[in-house]
């Protein structure tokens, strides 16, 4: 496996425990649909989020929020759209991103942008 493969699941394995430490329930990670993925879903209160982890090693390439285009946004809301539809509910739907930046000799940082809508 490549090092941003081994590195991007490392992230998602973090952002999960991230999310648990805050109340949330982690019903999936990496929920396939076709060829569309969420990261993770999970459920806070009466919603259940579609969380995009993204998690850079360097600021090379600018934050890793910003690696989030249209397009992956719109594959991520097919796959919530596909999981809705098999799994139905009554809760509150909500896209989150989770940014993990892990720059050397520097401590983690988490930044989570909530209710996102592109």
Do not use: C
């Not at 425990?17 to 209160?45: C, H, M, P, S």
């Not at 690696?67 to 919530?80: E, L, Q």
């Not at 739907?93 to 809508?117: G, H, N």
């Amino acid at each position: 496996m490549a090092l941003h493969n081994i590195r991007g699941k490392e992230g998602e394995l973090q952002a999960a425990t991230y999310f648990q430490r805050k109340g949330y329930v982690i019903l999936y990670r990496n929920w396939k649909y076709l060829r569309y993925e969420v990261d993770i879903i999970a459920v806070k209160a009466d919603t259940i989020h579609f969380i995009e982890v993204k998690t850079r090693h360097s600021a090379a390439f600018g934050y890793p929020e910003e690696s989030v285009t249209r397009k992956k946004f719109a594959h991520i809301k097919k796959a919530a759209a596909a999981f809705l539809h098999r799994y139905p509910h009554r809760l509150r739907v909500q896209f989150d991103i989770l940014s993990i930046t892990k720059l050397k000799d520097e401590p983690e940082e988490f930044f989570l942008i909530e209710d996102v809508y592109v």
